[in-house]
């Protein structure tokens, strides 16, 4: 299967996969093809019974920049004529206003991650450059996190957008309850090294050696028999199911959408487009040209 935004790698007579991200001109911004080949790869590789591991990289500089935001690319798919996605005339895209946005929301950002989440395979994102905002949201997907060691992550939409995360909101689950408060409400960026420390990546490697390295570490989990490794995922996940993930991210998705509507709303109070993130009218940022990313240190 050839794919407009993925590459496919198959090693050891199929039984790991490496599905990579393949837009680095727009740093791997997923927009809805990309989101849609990505589906389409991972219910591939979870139907293969051949397949024991998946691995999720990035192509070019950063694993994701997050969601695409809005790439003639993007608005070619979204936008009526005949390269628009049937997705975007169907799965709410026919509503209107917030009853349209949090139907497409939960199917494209929310319940597809969850899916992944799920996924009845062992999967191991490999992580370089930067992981911003929904680039955290598709590696967290993930069963096991490796990074270079040149990465950083961050979510910056709480001070560039005015919004409370991403859709699938597990920032409290991998930072931590007060570290999560402190990097969205600052946006500054944890390291590889941080991330090790907190328990969100598994293996830090050399960036020139990140693929090769994670190939090696696929291949001690390929060999544990498949029922024990799912069982191992699922005890774990159905544990912190049992703690409330499930049901928090839930929540957590309806208050997105409620900070949605509330831009949304302020914006058209103002007869303004009814952009449904804050604007630098509203005393953020432009996106398209933010202040530099601070590492968060114990000192400064
Ligand atoms: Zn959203």
Known sequence: MNYKYLLIDSYDEGAIVRITLNRPAARNAQNRGL??????AFAAAEKDDKVRVVILAGAGPIFSGGHDLGSDEQKTETNPGPQQLESFRTNGAARQAAEKRSLQEWHYFFQNTLRWRNLRKITIAQAHGKVISAGLMLMWSCDLIVAADDTLFSDVVG?????????????????????AKELMLTSDAIDADEAYRLGMVSKVYPKDQLAEKTLTFARRIAVVPTMAALMIKESVNQTVDNMGF?????????????????WAELHA??????????TPEDGVPDWRNPPPTQISRKDS
Do not use: I
Not at 159 to 179: D, I, N, Q, S, V
Not at 269 to 278: M, W
């Open 35 to 40: 989101l849609e080949d990505l589906a389409h």
């Open 159 to 179: 001070t560039r957008l005015g919004m409370c995360g991403m859709e699938y909101f597990a920032h409290p689950w991998e930072f931590g309850p007060r570290k």
């Open 246 to 262: 499930y049901n928090a991210l839930n929540a957590s998705f309806t208050l997105h959408q409620v900070n949605h509507a509330h």
């Open 269 to 278: 109070t103002r007869g303004e487009n009814p952009h449904p993130c804050a």
